[in-house]
């Protein structure tokens, strides 16, 4: 499946801060609860972009299904602390796209956390398709709006 | 940091149920859910071997944080399935664990995912510590419990 | 809008442990929590009679939206602590049901949460109906479940 | 236990956003998501009267701990849309706080629930006390911050 050159340069910075019910009995963040930031990483980026989520992909029948995610865990961080997620799109094809992630401590600034998630479309039944085919129209503004070179 | 060689045998075998609470508005379970369970298999595997997770390891003081986490998903879930979470020690060190996850779908067997987490022993201030130094009696049990040959 | 009397003796009872995920950087179950388990005891008792909800609520275009819901909490619970959730239907009409919640620790018997929640059924698009009339058939197998005097 | 009569004009005014990871498979935001951000509230209000709670309250072993929590759904809320959180504190005694919340839609102003969380002071070994007996100081600045005609 060809893969679209992405231009990296398109990042969504969301400042945000660690809530009470995200930290786990350790009084740190819960491991599970980034993968939870990261959706809001994504749903971030396709706004700021003009392709807000609900309405261009759920409500049109497509869902971006998890097909991995993965995270690296640097920094344990508690309640109340204020951190960036910076959210790129890494790879863009007809079948799938990735998205990047790193957390970053307001303050010191050091690196939280690092994370990658791959989504395939898929229909309401649950069938993969290619986007292009099926959604000319939006696959058509994802390249512009994410393709190098524009 | 030597690296106990791991009895692959052993192995936590969880029947579980998709919950309501599990899924989000795509009505299948949503992604960062499976390391909530994969929380619960690592928690199985320690009480089946004998070792709590909160008696022996958060009472006394020791935080396994997670380090790395990764997972694979292969089918999709929706509310009341039923399916089965195996759990194994991948890695056993000084310093860390690591555990390995299967989630297979009851009724034609699927494969839905695939995941893997490490954590890192640290005290209640955060910082790393080597298990076999600061406790050596728990060191001793995993060693007996997990290694390879015993 | 006409009440049924419900028969209290059908009773849900899901024995359940405190997961590590439930819990908040206090150590104990994180007070929102006991909702999710309420969903739990109703999707159980559901099925226990024979009903489950996904299949006769949630596949059929029904939504089971709450209007109300209540906690009284009694004591704390930590990781790995044994309970049991009973569920009881407290109340049904053509418009709405009302659950009961009662959990009690393993161990001592202590009465640790009660709880109550209303739901209207609305349909895909929020509007609320009348059960009797939009769903004949789903309404007389309610009505024989639960009615009292059954 | 002699309550202090609460200024009802200090009010923590919340902008957020209905999360993806905040709905359920029904499409609208989970039931139990909004005890999640009565919490949100209540942080934001201490924070905002110069009481942040991380500091003030967890880290000096005080756990407020939920004694009982209540919530009226008007509206149901779907990804993407926007709402205000309105948190109050209702009630203050040496034994607990009690505070209110209302949600309202941004857009067409509606109101789409109401909450209300009582919570006693414990100590981290579960114990409930006397807040004005045991921590003079902090009653103080409640006192001075919360009580009506200050």
Redesign the interface.
Known sequence: MRKVSVNPDIVSRQEMEV???D??????V????F??WF??GR?GLL?QVGL????NF?EQGI?M?????????RK?M???ERFVLETRLAELSRSRMTFTYVITRQGDGAVVAEGK?AHAY?DSA?KPFDCQKRYPALWDRLCEIFAAGN
């Open positions: 809530r009470w019910g930290c786990d009995a350790a009084g740190i819960y491991y599970a609860k993968f939870d959706s809001d749903v706004k807000p989520y609900h309405a759920h869902v299904v998890a097909i991995e995610a993965h995270c690296r865990y344990s508690r309640p109340e998630t898929v649950g």
